[in-house]
T-cell receptor, first 113, second 109 residues
Framework: EAGVVQSPRYKIIEKKQPVAFWCNPI?????LYWYLQNLGQGPELLIR????????DSQLPKDRFSAERLKGVDSTLKIQPAELGDSAVYLC???????????FGPGTRLTVL | GQNIDQPTEMTATEGAIVQINCTYQ??????LFWYQQHAGEAPTFLSY????GLEEKGRFSSFLSRSKGYSYLLLKELQMKDSASYLC??????????FGDGTTLTVKP
């Protein structure tokens, strides 16, 4: 069974530029999560989807971040414009249902110059 | 707010046993997860405890005491490949969870 797929794996951009990350969860998983992880810290939730509905986006900086999960399968996270402080690893995870074990993708390492 | 405490770093010797502690104070609780994360890689699931007691899975065991807000991950017969960060995560209910900052374990020969 294929795991969570993310692309790109690495991205380097200049500040004020837009960037987008893509995630394809494990087949059949209803719940999809986007996390931000800084070095030496645990993952911090940005947004959680149940099917195509965003049910927890309280930690998403909505002035510059947006996300979508059309058709309740794959998802895109966008930052526009990027700031220096956005440099981090962006992890996508999925679970069968909310609260179940989460399975993580390899992450996208973003560097903003 | 949610609070999870783990030691930042630990060092142990190959073949030995190490215990990684996690204490939590959270607004809700419906289970505790342990994940392993090698440098530059994604977290991978190790264990889940929802009831008090010890869950054993090969070389790894996880313990939970809900009344004390305490859990530990026990790693036996340490191998070099066990060098990684170990993340404690608490399920808060309603599909929410929160992660600790992880304990970086270094296994030395």
């Amino acid at each position: 069974e294929a795991g969570v797929v993310q692309s790109p794996r690495y991205k380097i951009i200049e500040k004020k530029q837009p960037v987008a990350f893509w995630c394809n969860p494990i087949s059949g998983h209803n719940t999809l999560y986007w996390y931000l992880q800084n070095l030496g810290q645990g993952p911090e939730l940005l947004i959680r989807y149940e099917n195509e509905e965003a049910v927890d986006d309280s930690q998403l900086p909505k002035d510059r971040f947006s996300a979508e999960r059309l058709k309740g399968v794959d998802s895109t996270l966008k930052i526009q414009p990027a700031e220096l402080g956005d440099s981090a690893v962006y992890l996508c995870a999925s679970s069968s249902h909310a609260g179940d074990t989460q399975y993580f993708g390899p992450g996208t390492r973003l560097t903003v110059l | 707010g949610q609070n999870i405490d783990q030691p930042t770093e630990m060092t142990a010797t190959e073949g030995a046993i190490v215990q990684i502690n996690c204490t939590y104070q959270t607004s809700g609780f419906n289970g505790l997860f342990w994940y392993q994360q090698h440098a530059g890689e994604a977290p991978t699931f190790l264990s889940y405890n929802v009831l008090d007691g010890l869950e054993e899975k090969g070389r790894f065991s996880s313990f939970l005491s809900r009344s004390k807000g305490y859990s530990y991950l026990l790693l036996k017969e340490l191998q070099m490949k066990d060098s990684a960060s170990y993340l404690c995560a608490v399920g808060l209910g309603a599909g929410k969870s929160t992660f600790g900052d992880g304990t970086t374990l270094t296994v030395k020969p």
